[in-house]
Protein backbone atom coordinates (compact mmCIF):
# COMPACT_ATOMS: atom_id res chain seq x y z
CA UNK A 1 0.00 0.00 0.00
CA UNK A 2 1.90 2.92 -1.45
CA UNK A 3 1.42 6.04 1.27
CA UNK A 4 0.06 4.05 3.86
CA UNK A 5 3.03 3.98 5.78
CA UNK A 6 4.71 7.36 5.05
CA UNK A 7 7.77 8.44 6.49
CA UNK A 8 8.50 12.34 7.92
CA UNK A 9 11.71 13.11 7.51
CA UNK A 10 12.34 15.45 9.68
CA UNK A 11 15.27 17.38 9.74
CA UNK A 12 17.36 17.34 13.22
CA UNK A 13 17.60 21.31 14.32
CA UNK A 14 21.12 21.90 14.07
CA UNK A 15 22.78 24.66 16.78
CA UNK A 16 25.97 26.00 16.87
CA UNK A 17 28.15 25.22 20.03
CA UNK A 18 29.31 28.84 21.21
CA UNK A 19 32.47 27.13 22.66
CA UNK A 20 33.88 25.00 19.94
CA UNK A 21 31.66 26.50 16.95
CA UNK A 22 30.51 23.15 15.82
CA UNK A 23 27.57 22.70 14.87
CA UNK A 24 25.12 19.96 16.15
CA UNK A 25 22.09 18.36 17.01
CA UNK A 26 20.12 19.79 19.65
CA UNK A 27 20.08 17.07 21.69
CA UNK A 28 24.07 16.90 21.80
CA UNK A 29 23.83 20.73 23.43
CA UNK A 30 22.75 22.12 26.47
CA UNK A 31 21.47 25.33 26.22
CA UNK A 32 21.57 27.99 28.41
CA UNK A 33 18.72 30.82 28.68
CA UNK A 34 18.79 34.76 29.29
CA UNK A 35 15.51 34.63 31.28
CA UNK A 36 13.27 37.82 31.57
CA UNK A 37 14.97 39.04 34.29
CA UNK A 38 18.35 39.29 33.22
CA UNK A 39 19.61 35.90 34.66
CA UNK A 40 21.89 33.46 32.51
CA UNK A 41 20.53 29.73 33.94
CA UNK A 42 21.40 26.31 32.44
CA UNK A 43 17.99 25.27 30.43
CA UNK A 44 17.58 22.07 31.42
CA UNK A 45 14.09 21.47 29.66
CA UNK A 46 15.10 23.14 26.67
CA UNK A 47 12.18 24.93 26.19
CA UNK A 48 12.06 27.99 28.70
CA UNK A 49 11.48 31.27 27.22
CA UNK A 50 14.39 34.01 26.62
CA UNK A 51 17.26 34.40 24.07
CA UNK A 52 19.17 31.22 24.54
CA UNK A 53 22.87 29.50 23.58
CA UNK A 54 23.81 26.48 22.88
CA UNK A 55 26.61 24.47 24.20
CA UNK A 56 28.23 20.65 24.34
CA UNK A 57 27.52 18.92 27.16
CA UNK A 58 31.07 18.75 27.36
CA UNK A 59 33.32 20.62 30.38
CA UNK A 60 36.11 21.84 27.62
CA UNK A 61 33.61 24.08 25.28
CA UNK A 62 32.16 25.65 28.39
CA UNK A 63 35.67 26.85 29.83
CA UNK A 64 36.12 28.33 26.53
CA UNK A 65 33.19 30.02 26.40
CA UNK A 66 33.68 31.69 29.51
CA UNK A 67 37.00 32.26 29.12
CA UNK A 68 36.03 34.13 26.17
CA UNK A 69 32.91 36.24 27.13
CA UNK A 70 31.04 34.11 24.51
CA UNK A 71 28.02 33.73 26.26
CA UNK A 72 28.14 37.21 26.65
CA UNK A 73 27.88 38.28 23.28
CA UNK A 74 25.43 35.07 22.44
CA UNK A 75 23.08 36.23 24.80
CA UNK A 76 23.41 40.07 24.62
CA UNK A 77 23.93 39.94 28.33
CA UNK A 78 26.45 40.27 30.90
CA UNK A 79 26.73 37.14 32.76
CA UNK A 80 26.50 37.98 36.45
CA UNK A 81 29.36 36.95 38.91
CA UNK A 82 26.81 34.58 40.76
CA UNK A 83 25.37 33.03 37.35
CA UNK A 84 28.60 32.68 36.34
CA UNK A 85 29.87 30.45 38.88
CA UNK A 86 26.42 28.51 38.61
CA UNK A 87 27.21 27.67 34.94
CA UNK A 88 31.37 26.76 35.97
CA UNK A 89 30.21 24.41 38.56
CA UNK A 90 27.19 22.89 35.82
CA UNK A 91 30.43 22.76 33.55
CA UNK A 92 32.81 21.41 36.28
CA UNK A 93 30.10 18.44 36.78
CA UNK A 94 29.78 17.46 33.37
CA UNK A 95 31.18 14.37 32.70
CA UNK A 96 34.47 14.39 30.56
CA UNK A 97 34.31 13.62 27.39
CA UNK A 98 37.32 11.31 27.11
CA UNK A 99 36.82 9.32 29.99
CA UNK A 100 33.45 8.69 29.27
CA UNK A 101 34.35 6.71 26.25
CA UNK A 102 33.53 3.20 26.85
ZN1 LIG B 1 31.42 22.57 21.65
Known amino acids: MAGSNQIVARRAPERTCIGCRQ ?3 KRAL ?3 VRTAEGNVQVDQTGRRNGRGA ?3 A ?3 CWRT ?3 RD ?3 RALH ?3 APADREALEAYAA ?3 NRDSATP
Do not use: E, I, K, N
Open 30 to 32: VRV
Open 77 to 79: TAV
Open 23 to 25: TAG
Open 70 to 72: ALT
Open 58 to 60: DPA
Open 65 to 67: ALG
Open 93 to 95: ALP
Open 54 to 56: YLH
